[in-house]
């Protein structure tokens, strides 16, 4: 895919790694609608600042009405609420389902349409290491964030007959403001916005983008006694 000629949408572009995809698209020579709830809060020039609240249909009905021309569609905004599956709140839980899932499938649903209508392009979505593996905290991101792994690659089935290629980009822990509270080593999201444009552009189906995501799916084929030895501990 010659990004120089896409038309992308970012959502969740006013910070963090999704304002990097949107850079790093506008340095490749792409136009880019950048997606934000509140559209004032994006600060990138050369990019169009696009009301989109991806848990609300109608915000979503109101961009497909401006972003009519878009081609590459990345699904970056997400949610991190920290709740717990067995006693968190169950309306953060209902919000980590309601954005990396249903709000996903959502815009899937309905900018599918307008990427065939232009002749075909591609999807990504921003997933994570932890729609591989749990760590035992924030287990409704994890579940939200596997069910969206779940959803990329049934799609990715559907949508290949119409000339769309959902990819999946899976990372671990970035330097964003979404993590400032965690105290484990992170990737910078430069490099990592970096990477998965290159993967897009290379017709990639599966960006992993550290090593830390590298070894977890290195370790997928050893099964529960692999990822989790602690179970197997006496």
């Given amino acids: 895919m010659d990004i120089s000629k896409q038309v992308a949408l970012v959502t969740g572009s006013n910070r963090g790694l999704g304002l990097h995809l949107a850079k790093e698209l ?3 020579g792409a136009k880019v609608y950048a997606g934000a709830r ?3 809060s994006v600060n990138l020039p050369g990019a169009i600042p696009l009301q989109l609240d991806i848990t609300n249909d109608n915000s979503i009905t109101s961009a ?3 972003a009519g021309d878009v081609t590459l569609l990345i699904n970056n905004a997400g949610s991190s609420t920290g709740a717990e599956l067995l006693d968190g709140d169950m309306s953060r839980i209902h919000l980590e389902m309601d954005t990396h899932f249903f709000g996903t ?10 990427i065939e209508k232009n002749g075909g392009g591609a ?6 290491v932890l729609s591989w593996f749990s760590l035992g ?3 409704a991101y994890s579940a939200a964030k596997s069910a969206e792994w779940s959803l990329t690659n049934s799609l990715r089935l559907t949508l290949a007959p119409k000339n769309i290629r959902v990819a999946g980009l899976h990372v671990g822990f970035m330097d964003t403001d979404m993590t400032a509270k965690v105290q484990a080593p992170k990737v910078n999201p430069t490099e990592v916005a970096k990477l998965a444009i290159d993967g897009i552009e290379n017709d990639g189906y599966e960006i992993v983008a550290d090593e830390t995501s ?11 006694h692999t990822m989790y030895p602690q179970l197997f501990t006496k």
Avoid: H, T, W, Y
């Avoid at 499938?105 to 307008?114: E, G, K, Q, T, Y």
């Avoid at 999807?123 to 994570?128: A, G, Q, R, T, Y």
């Fill in 38 to 40: 509140d559209p004032e």
């Fill in 137 to 139: 905290g924030a287990s």
């Fill in 123 to 128: 999807i990504l979505n921003i997933l994570s």
């Fill in 105 to 114: 499938l959502s815009m899937i649903r309905a900018f599918a349409p307008i």
């Fill in 214 to 224: 590298q070894k977890v799916l290195r370790d997928l084929s050893g099964g529960v």
């Fill in 26 to 28: 506008l340095s490749r």
């Fill in 64 to 66: 497909i009405g401006v």
